[in-house]
């Protein structure tokens, strides 16, 4: 398999950068994104020029687990798609102020990916460890939780469980989550993270 050249992964990143934004990629369900990856196949501006340098059977995992991934990444502004999106989370210091209240505050250094995960310091000199996303990613949310609760016993520990609007999370979404933090003796909430338009000025053509 011929090694992929640079100027051509980022174009086809912004191309489906394009796409994603357009369809709000990360209110797609999972029948609909998996409709989307097969057209992403056969569009000759993705699937085709993909197809000079990998077989056709690598090309739709390619985007599955490679630009797909990144594009909710980059609506955190992290990763190489971040500054062709056209849309952005309100980012870290937002839900670390939603999900711990208003004297809280992101420790920078320590943000981290898959999950979105940092450390927070509140306002009396204590600190908390903080991670989040949508339900869909609640297992790596947990498991974070777990390495952090093995590091320290008294740790503070926070799961950010982020949804598109202010309706809550269904009932059984939401036990099965509360469950899972208590056992790891760590709080749940449910913060509304809802995407948004950039400034024209903030974005840059590939």
């Known amino acids: 398999m011929a090694t992929l050249p640079e100027p051509i992964r980022l174009e086809i990143f912004a191309e489906l950068t394009r796409h994603f934004d357009a369809m709000r990629w990360e209110e797609v369900s999972s029948p609909a994104a998996t409709e989307m990856y097969d057209r992403f196949v056969k569009d000759p501006k993705i699937g085709g020029r993909l197809a000079r340098f990998m077989p056709t059977e690598k090309i739709r995992p390619w985007i599955k687990d490679g630009p797909a991934k990144q594009y909710r990444r980059a609506l955190e502004g992290v990763g190489p798609m971040a500054q062709m999106t056209t849309r952005e989370y309100p980012g870290p210091q937002s839900v670390v102020r939603l999900a711990m209240g208003s004297g809280w505050t992101l420790r920078a250094q320590t943000l981290d990916v898959k999950p979105m995960r940092c450390l ?87």
């Not at 339900?135 to 777990?146: D, E, I, P, R, Y």
């Not at 899972?180 to 909430?189: G, H, K, P, S």
Request: charged letters at 20%; a neutral charge; hydrophobic letters at 40%.
């Open 120 to 206: 927070a310091d509140g306002p009396h000199s204590e600190s908390a460890f903080i991670t989040w996303g949508p339900m869909s990613g609640l297992q790596g949310m947990v498991w974070h939780a777990c390495l952090r609760r093995a590091e320290s016993e008294s740790q503070l520990i926070t799961i950010a469980v982020t949804k598109p609007n202010t309706a809550p999370l269904p009932d059984d979404d939401w036990h099965l989550a509360l469950s899972l933090a208590t056992v790891l003796r760590a709080r749940c909430e449910q913060v509304t993270y809802r995407v948004s338009r950039k400034a024209t000025a903030d974005l840059r053509t590939v």
